[in-house]
């Protein structure tokens, strides 16, 4: 079974650093286009930071400067990087990854969420 788990949320204080895991799992062929996203309580799911499958990357604006997102294909793993991290940081952080079932076939699979809370 095909699975994609993310790991490393945590209760922080202000001004802390997070690392986050994307794990996928099962039989599986490489991970390929690889986004971090979050949702905080009355707000609307937005995207925080992707990796594409080259080593590309895309930030959100709140993210630059503090997050870093980076991956380690021999582990079929994506890291995102959080320092500095603020209150307003405070979400359920997803991830989507695109991920090989086959030699020539890709899906999309979306973890469960791992909660991320910044507060003294």
């Known amino acids: 079974q095909v699975q994609v788990l993310e790991s490393g949320g945590a209760l922080v204080q202000p001004g802390g650093s997070l690392r986050l895991s994307c794990a996928a799992s099962?039989?599986?062929?490489?991970?390929?286009?690889v986004g971090w996203y979050r949702q905080a309580p009355g707000r609307q799911r937005e995207v925080v930071a992707t990796?594409?499958?080259?080593?590309?990357?895309n930030y959100a604006d709140s993210a630059k400067g503090r997050f870093t997102i980076s991956r380690d294909n021999a582990k079929n793993t994506v890291y995102l990087q959080m320092n500095n991290l603020a209150p307003e940081d405070t979400a359920v952080y997803y991830c989507s990854a695109e991920v090989g079932v086959s030699t020539l076939k890709t899906d999309l699979y979306w973890g469960q969420g791992t909660q991320v809370t910044v507060s003294s």
């Open positions: 099962g039989r599986i062929f490489g991970i390929y286009f």
């Open positions: 990796i594409a499958s080259g080593g590309s990357t």
